[in-house]
Nanobody, 112 residues
Framework: QVQLVESGGGLVQPGGSLRLSCAAS????????MKWYRQVPGKEREWVAS????????NYLDSVKGRFTISRDNTKNTVYLQMNNLNAADTAVYYC?????WGQGTQVTVSS
């Protein structure tokens, strides 16, 4: 059974940082690209970042380039999203995606 479990969300002040994690199980993690998405209530889910199966290729939404970093540890079956210099527009539920499966999401709130 494919399962993705996100963690690391929370409340942070503008300019702060958070690191999201997504632990994968039920498939051969190192064979698959992984992605992060985010969603604000009333809006469509938005792609944020992607990483190739072995981590060499990374792509980002323009608005997060230079602030967010996606990475993965294939020995731990985990993908990460390091988010720096956060602002209010980054407030959303963040979802991990892989092998056609979504995680349950983790809330990120940026507010003073």
């Amino acid at each position: 059974q494919v399962q993705l479990v996100e963690s690391g969300g929370g409340l942070v002040q503008p300019g702060g940082s958070l690191r999201l994690s997504c632990a994968a199980s039920g498939f051969t993690f190192s064979n698959y690209a992984m992605k992060w998405y985010r969603q604000v209530p009333g809006k469509e889910r938005e792609w944020v970042a992607s990483i190739s199966s072995v981590g060499y290729l990374k792509n980002y939404l323009d608005s997060v380039k230079g602030r967010f970093t996606i990475s993965r540890d294939n020995t731990k079956n985990t993908v990460y999203l390091q988010m720096n210099n956060l602002n209010a527009a980054d407030t959303a539920v963040y979802y991990c995606w892989g092998m056609g499966t979504w995680g349950q999401g983790t809330q990120v709130t940026v507010s003073s």
